[in-house]
T-cell receptor, first 114, second 114 residues
Framework: DSGVTQTPKHLITATGQRVTLRCSPRSGDLSVYWYQQSLDQGLQFLIQ???????AKGNILERFSAQQFPDLHSELNLSSLELGDSALYFC?????????????FGEGSRLTVL | AQSVTQPDIHITVSEGASLELRCNYSYGATPYLFWYVQSPGQGLQLLLKYFSGDTLVQGIKGFEAEFKRSQSSFNLRKPSVHWSDAAEYFC????????????FGKGTRLSVIA
């Protein structure tokens, strides 16, 4: 158990819909990262937050947005969903003072868009 | 920008045999390098990391990796594979000062046969 909690574990929805994925980082971790894992693209970095502020942005679509709340949990919002958005979405957190690569991953939220 | 190549998509080894998974990185300076493992249905777990110093690093679960600057490689090794090692293995890199997001390779799937 990494200490990072993601909900829901599985989600099935239709094209055009909007979903919210939730992540609770490990206790004390200020950084939260979101990654998308798909068969064709592999693991792609989406966005990073540090203590409520956006720190880095990767290949995140404009239809996607995220935020980190004062209690440090984070949400990833995916809207106007397309078939190609079907993927496993991971949240990860890192301890303060470590380099960006030392991540603790949640078990992921599997999104299926029909 | 930094990138990682894992040339082998799938490797099969016999239980008890030795293992080497290849990883090549592209980055102008000395990178921070990582190996992660993803068991079926699980999130990613950090196996080991290289920042500087001794080029042979030890990780969890009996794994080790060797950084070779001349070959831009960071290959993962294990002297004797166990059936429980069957999983997907990802090499990853962080560039710069260690504050840029982690970039993953496409992964190598390891199968272990009796």
């Amino acid at each position: 158990d990494s200490g990072v909690t993601q909900t829901p574990k599985h989600l099935i929805t239709a094209t055009g819909q909007r979903v919210t994925l939730r992540c609770s980082p490990r206790s004390g971790d200020l950084s939260v990262y979101w990654y998308q894992q798909s068969l064709d693209q592999g693991l792609q970095f989406l966005i990073q937050y540090y203590n409520g502020e956006e720190r880095a942005k990767g290949n995140i679509l404009e239809r996607f947005s995220a935020q980190q709340f004062p209690d440090l949990h984070s949400e990833l919002n995916l809207s106007s969903l397309e078939l190609g958005d079907s993927a496993l979405y991971f949240c990860a957190s890192s301890p303060r003072g470590t380099v960006a690569g030392e991540l603790f991953f949640g078990e992921g939220s599997r999104l299926t868009v029909l | 920008a930094q990138s990682v190549t894992q040339p082998d998509i799938h490797i099969t080894v016999s239980e008890g045999a030795s293992l080497e998974l290849r990883c090549n990185y592209s980055y102008g300076a000395t990178p921070y390098l990582f190996w992660y493992v993803q068991s079926p249905g699980q999130g990613l777990q950090l196996l080991l990391k290289y920042f500087s110093g001794d080029t042979l690093v030890q990780g969890i679960k009996g794994f080790e990796a060797e950084f070779k600057r001349s070959q831009s490689s960071f290959n993962l090794r294990k002297p004797s594979v166990h059936w429980s090692d069957a999983a997907e293995y990802f090499c990853a890199v962080v560039g710069g000062s260690g504050n840029t997001p982690l970039v993953f390779g496409k992964g190598t799937r390891l199968s272990v046969i009796a």
